[in-house]
């Protein structure tokens, strides 16, 4: 599994991330391994919360600017049930610049 969604500085807190992204809900269990935000004016300028359905999985702010690698990945071992949506609700929005989430996972 690998995600990558763009984030606008025209988003608002509380929007979704991933409410049209076609990977959000699957019809199997998938385990998040790695989750890396990247982009904005500066580090630190964005904030995104994960949740599995309604339970909160975590956040994680940007680390830096540009797009995210596997390099910037932060290692996580969440499992998704399957028919549970994966959301990313957007805590802090980017200021000037748009920023960039990305989620790798199994299967």
Do not use: W
Not at 29 to 54: H, M, N, P, S, W
Not at 66 to 74: E, M, Q, S, V, Y
């Amino acid at each position: 599994m690998l995600i990558e969604v763009s984030i606008a500085t025209s988003v608002a807190v509380g929007d979704d991330a991933l409410a049209n992204h076609q990977e959000r809900i699957a019809s199997f269990d998938r385990i998040v391994t790695g989750v890396a935000l990247c982009g904005g004016a500066a580090a630190a300028d964005t904030k995104v919360e994960l949740f599995a359905g309604t339970a909160r999985l975590g956040e994680i702010f940007n680390t830096t600017t540009g797009f995210p690698t596997a390099d910037h990945d932060r290692r996580v071992l969440f499992r998704i049930p399957r028919g549970i949506p994966l959301v990313a609700k957007i805590s802090d929005v980017p200021n000037t610049n748009a920023a960039y989430l990305r989620i790798t996972g199994l299967p």
